[in-house]
Structures are given as C-alpha cells and as structure tokens.
C-alpha cells in the first residue's frame, strides 16, 4: 500500500519512512468462548435471536490466543464456567496496574458471578493486594492505562464513584471520560491505549470522537494532540477494540480504515476476524486483559 512508499523529505532529500516502534513483552489472561451464547441482551450489538456458531466463535478466539503467543507474550486462561455466556470477555474481570488488582462489580446481573471467578484466579496465583470494589465497574472495559494515567469511562456501565475508588487503589490519576453513544457503552470500544510509555504529546492513543461528550471530547484532545483519529465506520467495526504492545496492534480486519494510519505511526497492525464474538459486543480487547505487572 501506498502508505509504506519512501516519501523524501523537500528540505533534506531524505526519507520519511517511519522507524518501527519496540514492543515489550506482555501477560494476559483470557478465557475460552467454550460457553459462548447470546441468550440475553445489556448491549446493542447483542440479539438473542441471531444465532451464535460457538465453534466457528473458538476458532476464532484460539486464532487470537495464537498470534499473542507467536509475538512472544504469556497467555494465562481463566476457566470457563457453563452459565457464564460473556465470560470470554475477560477483559471486565478485574484492572490490574502495578501488580495490583482491582476487581469488578458488574451492571447486570447475568455477569455478575464472573468478579468472582476472576478474582479468585487472580488470588490462586500470587497476586496479594486484591480489592472488592464497592461500586460498579468492568474491569479493563472502563479502564484504559497510559503511562501515568487511567483513563476512565462512564456513561453506561462503570459508576463515576468507582473512578475514585481506581484513582485511591492504583494511586494513579484517573481521568473521567462520559461515553454518550450506546453502541460504544464501554470506553475499550471507543479508545484505545497503543504506547503506553509516554503520556503527553507523544502519547499513543487512537480514539472515536463520537463516543464521548463534548467536554471529554475537549480533554482527550487536550491530553492526546496527536492523537489517531478514527471514523464511525472503522469505530463500528471494532476497530478500536484493539490491544497493542507497544508495537504490534491486534485489531478487527474490517477497520480497514485504521491501517494504513496506523503503520505511517510506526506501528504494525494485525488484523484478525472475530466476528462470531461481535454477536456479544466485543472483540480483540473485550477477550484479553492485561497482567501488568
Ligand atoms: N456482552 C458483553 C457485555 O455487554 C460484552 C462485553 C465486552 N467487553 C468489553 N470489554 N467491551 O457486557
């Protein structure tokens, strides 16, 4: 693609090509679609009367679990527990920066046994500072991590109050962002986190304007000046349930629009297809949650 061609610079003769950025190894958790249904409906994207082709669904997700491994990052599974359809939305179970886990408290109440089993995975393997929360939020589908900052959604699911209760646990600021579109009702549908190493300027972060308020619309712009653009059309896709490490950018094949903006960064996106699993609402990010250690 076009995108990629060497552009010489007018004043200097030389060449523009993007540097490739450096990916840093990662720790996820995720948990097989082995109970994948839709049987109930808390989003939009969820029609109980559209059926859903669970192994097409596994295949799918076994396909993402690959490509993590074959980039060299730790893939940990969560049981899948039968009653449980959106459990291999991993991503709602908990938050975890610093090696310190914040549970979830979920909205509805189909979901809600999942805190639990995630907190007791999280308890089974060491993790010592695990927190009940007390008010309502879905894990990484409300909290987005930069470099020093947890970017926050609500609107729809996560509580306001739970964003202090983040901001007091993680000892991080926490920036409150209202989500006002219903078919982006997590912030992990409408922003993405590419390089969080830096804050800032250079702050990677790419966004879907339309979900958020005008005042948060203001803040990110603030906060993110450079931030990646995306339209409704490549935000409809997912395409900003993507999940980066720093270089690689594992996102929904169909957000054609986000590549080649994308590459010219220095990034490398991946596509992949888990459109079985959009019949729940989610995809590439809604099914990995981050260990950050
Ligand atoms: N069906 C799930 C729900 O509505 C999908 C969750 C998607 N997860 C996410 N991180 N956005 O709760």
């Known amino acids: 693609p076009g995108d990629r061609t060497q552009q010489p610079d007018a004043a200097t003769g030389h060449s523009k090509e993007p540097s490739l950025r450096t990916a840093s190894p990662r720790r ?19 029609d109980p009367a559209k059926p859903v082709d669970r192994r097409l669904a596994l295949t799918q997700w076994e396909e993402l679990r690959r490509t993590y491994l ?23 179970g ?15 109440p189909q979901r809600a046994p999942e805190a639990a089993a995630a907190r007791e995975w999280f308890a089974a393997h060491g993790f010592p500072d695990i927190r009940l929360p007390e008010h309502v939020n879905e894990g990484e589908g409300d909290f987005a991590v930069t470099a020093n900052l947890v970017l926050a959604g609500r609107g729809f699911r996560a509580s306001p109050e739970s964003h202090a209760e983040a901001q007091e646990f993680f000892g991080r600021p926490v920036v409150g962002l209202d989500l006002v579109d219903p078919r982006f009702y997590h912030l992990d549908t409408a922003l993405c986190v590419l390089d969080d190493a830096v804050d800032g300027a250079d702050a990677g972060v790419m966004y879907y304007p339309g979900a958020f308020s005008p005042g948060s619309r203001k803040v990110l712009a603030r906060l993110f000046p450079e931030a990646l653009v995306a339209t409704e059309a490549d935000a409809l896709a997912f395409g900003l349930n993507a999940v980066s490490d720093g270089r690689n950018v594992l996102l929904p094949q169909a957000a054609t629009g986000l590549f080649a903006p994308l590459r010219e960064r ?23 949650l981050e260990i950050r250690a």
């Open 266 to 288: 220095g990034y490398e996106p991946v596509g992949l297809d888990l459109d079985e699993l959009l019949k729940g609402g989610g995809s590439v990010k809604c099914c990995t």
């Open 94 to 108: 908990a938050t975890v920066v610093d090696g310190r886990v914040l549970g979830a408290r979920f909205a509805h």
């Open 70 to 92: 074959s980039l060299g990052h730790d893939v940990e599974l969560l049981e899948p527990r039968a009653g449980l359809p959106d459990m291999v939305f991993a991503a709602n």
């Open 28 to 46: 996820y958790l995720m948990c097989p679609p082995t109970h994948f249904e839709v049987t109930y409906s808390i989003n939009p994207w969820m």
